[in-house]
């Protein structure tokens, strides 16, 4: 038995729930005569909804195949071995599952030696190999392919990526080493940690082709067919593949750097993978294949053993499992039908939900307000963002002038709404004025209509507390900028009915969001976190220690943007009110900031001027601040601002305001950004030992987003 065999079977019995992927061989005559072909197909039995993986079965299973393949190409009975994947999938990469798993050093490094083993046999065939990427090629798929001879790819394929660095990982079967000594260093930088570090940005066929990385390119509908035939003229010289030298002077060099300079703006220093990631490239400028490999393995191995990685697989679920089924959300057999939306309100916000509601549900929306200017500038602005739409080739001028046709704006409440089976208001953040669009809005709605309100922080109960049928208001709070933040904060009152809960959730389906059910507790979830985070960095500020100091202090979070950069985000005055509400609410932990109502009374829209192109302090708003002498050191402004959150973190589960700790990191990462790489925010507070300081307990147990005991 071979150290490969070994390996495999070892890992395998740490992993018995693998779904295993086949490596199918079948036997086909090239084209033009050009030989005998042994031609591999990955696939794991089930169609293109649940991708083929490679756990360590599966790499066993492959390792078999090459067994054959190399017996034939040694007896000369072949001319070449081919690698494709089932329709619309080539392999989407390691199986994650498996990973969560591991305990042990030893046992994460032969995942790494044996992908290795495994994979650089193909490179190692009596005759040339060639895989086709057919369909959605991710991580060690990628890495198959890169260790062929040549490779083809669809035109039709969807995503292609490494996105190991993502995770919390490194590509660590083969990517790092051999992906900069087939395109150069500056374009492996961009696929391995620009477009990890880009929210897992995927390629496309063509790109794939345009970097370098395929050597040739065909339609989807027959590329296997097209893929053979190119084969056989490459197998009998009358193609010749030829592929620009790579740079491996100073350009190599500026590439890593490159690559840091992205790490570091992405991620602080605050996450090892793309760091370790890029020794390995840098490492690579020698073209010593075997050392760039072991650096993988070790890699690999000491990644998956740290906290990231199980926190990037932990952030994984979440988005691709828990948000598909959202904890506590009534029966889906329940909801009501919605064929027509009402949105009350038409500036900017109302005008993004128009569209939205237009886009996804594709039935007839109607905006009102209080004068025709107004309601007309709203249909104008969904009207100029479907052009825009047509513009990108996104949709085509059918599609565009039926949207047009489905969106309207009327004065008259009673004419938008009488038939309307949706309606949510977008209108002034102010309980009475709130309360009075509801009660308009119910004299002229049929019975069964749903009302929604998109409050970032108001009692949904008090605002339905005045209607005759409170039970059908519900909260449906949106993130700025709704197009691309998926977080939809699902509110329930305390009269909301299951049927008018269930229906909200099934617009949020439509809709593409993801739905998280919250109590109907001040500010929700993310805001109320947010401006506890931010209140404390205020607070500080406030106190006296300087704005830099308390901004730099939150680095190695490895936040998206600093504290005060995301203020100007959200806007000054809103970020105000929210605290306003929340002191109201809970005057003994948020407070009202005198610099901050300053900063808003004066018209400031932030506290940093970009004359230079970087954050630098106004001026003007360090004139307004009043501050004290108590001046923090970073890592006291960082303990007490993360003692803030595990508080207020605590206490909001205490109240029940989402089911686990699990909603709280849900929404921060697709509602506020928060980095994939930190899970959220209760695996960092637990890996950081802040959850025990404060609360005298962990929020997850142990190997959950952490390594098992």
């Known amino acids: 038995m071979s150290s490969t065999t070994e390996l495999l079977k070892g890992a395998a019995e740490l992993f018995p729930g693998e779904v295993v992927t086949q490596a199918h061989v079948r036997h086909l005559d090239l084209p033009g005569g050009a030989g005998r072909f042994a031609l591999i197909t990955l696939d794991n039995g089930f169609d293109h909804t649940k991708p083929t993986t490679i756990g360590p079965q599966s790499l066993a299973n492959l390792d078999a195949a090459v067994d054959q393949v190399e017996k034939e190409a040694a007896e000369g009975t072949i001319v070449g071995v081919g690698v494709t994947g089932k329709p619309f999938i080539f392999a989407v990469g390691a199986d994650l599952k498996g990973v969560e798993l591991l305990k042990e050093h030893q046992d994460a490094l032969a995942i790494g030696k044996g992908g290795h083993d495994v994979f650089r046999r193909l490179s190692g065939l009596a005759v040339p190999t060639f895989a086709y990427y057919n369909g959605a090629a991710m991580g060690g798929g990628v890495e198959i392919g890169l260790h062929c001879s040549y490779r083809t790819v669809s035109s039709a394929l969807p995503a292609f ?12 079967w083969g990517g790092c080493a051999l992906l900069p000594n087939l395109i150069g260093a500056d374009r492996a930088v961009s696929v391995i940690i620009e477009n990890s570090l880009n929210q897992n940005r995927q390629l496309k066929g063509k790109q794939v082709f345009e970097l370098g990385i395929a050597d040739a390119i065909f339609e989807g509908a027959d590329f296997l067919e097209q893929s053979l035939i190119w084969t056989a003229s490459v197998l009998k010289g009358e193609i010749a593949v030829e592929r620009p030298e790579v740079d491996r002077g100073d350009a190599w060099d500026q590439a890593v750097a490159r690559g840091k300079a992205i790490a570091d703006s992405k991620v602080h220093g605050a996450a090892p993978a793309a760091y370790r990631a890029l020794e390995i490239i840098a490492a690579a400028k020698s073209g010593d294949l075997g050392a760039g490999f072991d650096a993988e393995d070790q890699a690999l191995a000491d990644l998956i053993m740290g906290g990231e990685l199980r926190s990037g697989i932990y952030s994984f679920n979440l988005v691709q499992k828990r948000a598909k089924r959202p904890a506590g959300a009534p029966d889906k057999a329940l909801a009501r039908p919605v064929t027509k939306v009402g949105v009350v309100g038409a500036g900017l916000m109302a005008s993004q939900l128009a569209l939205l509601f237009l886009r996804r549900l594709e039935v007839p929306v109607v905006l009102t307000d209080i004068d025709q200017e107004r309601v007309d500038k709203g249909v104008g602005y969904v009207h100029a963002e479907i052009e825009k739409l047509l513009g990108k080739g996104r949709i085509n001028q059918d599609k565009a002038n039926r949207l047009k046709a489905l969106v309207s704006g009327v004065l008259d409440k009673a004419e938008g709404f009488s038939d309307a089976d949706f309606i949510i208001e977008a209108v002034f953040e ?16 049929p019975a069964h209509a749903i009302l929604a309100t998109n409050t970032s922080s108001l009692s949904v109960t008090e605002m339905a507390s005045k209607l005759k049928n409170p039970e059908r208001v519900v909260g449906f709070h949106f993130f700025n900028p709704v197009a691309i933040l998926p977080l939809l904060e699902i509110v329930r009152g305390e009269q909301t009915d299951d049927a008018s809960l269930a229906t909200a959730f099934g617009v949020a389906r439509k809709l593409k969001k993801t739905a998280v059910l919250v109590k109907d507790a001040p500010a929700f979830v993310v805001n109320r976190i947010l401006t506890r985070f931010m209140g404390e960095i205020q607070n500080i500020i406030d106190e006296g220690t300087p704005v830099g100091t308390a901004e730099k202090a939150i680095e190695p979070l490895g936040l998206p943007m600093s504290p005060l950069v995301l203020l100007e985000l959200v806007g000054p005055a809103i970020g105000l009110h929210v605290s306003e509400t929340l002191n109201r609410a809970f005057p003994d932990r948020f407070t009202v900031s005198e610099n901050l109502a300053a900063v808003v009374k004066a018209g400031k829209r932030g506290f940093y001027v970009y004359d230079s192109g970087a954050p630098v302090l106004d001026p003007e708003v360090a004139a307004l601040l009043k501050q004290g002498d108590s001046v923090l050191t970073e890592e006291q402004v960082r303990d007490r601002v993360l003692d803030a959150v595990a508080q207020e973190i605590g206490l909001m589960l205490a109240e029940g305001v989402v089911a686990e700790p699990q909603d709280i990191d849900l929404c921060l990462i697709t509602g506020a950004g928060w980095p994939f790489h930190l899970g959220g925010i209760t695996p960092y507070l637990d890996r950081e030992g802040v959850s025990e300081r404060v609360n005298g307990k962990r929020f997850l147990e142990q190997g959950v987003a952490s390594v098992p005991a």
């Open 161 to 172: 990526s490494l996105p190991e660095v993502f995770l919390g990982l490194v590509p660590g």
């Open 430 to 445: 102010e309980i009475g004025v709130k309360q009075k669009v509801f009660a308009e809005v119910e004299a002229v709605a």
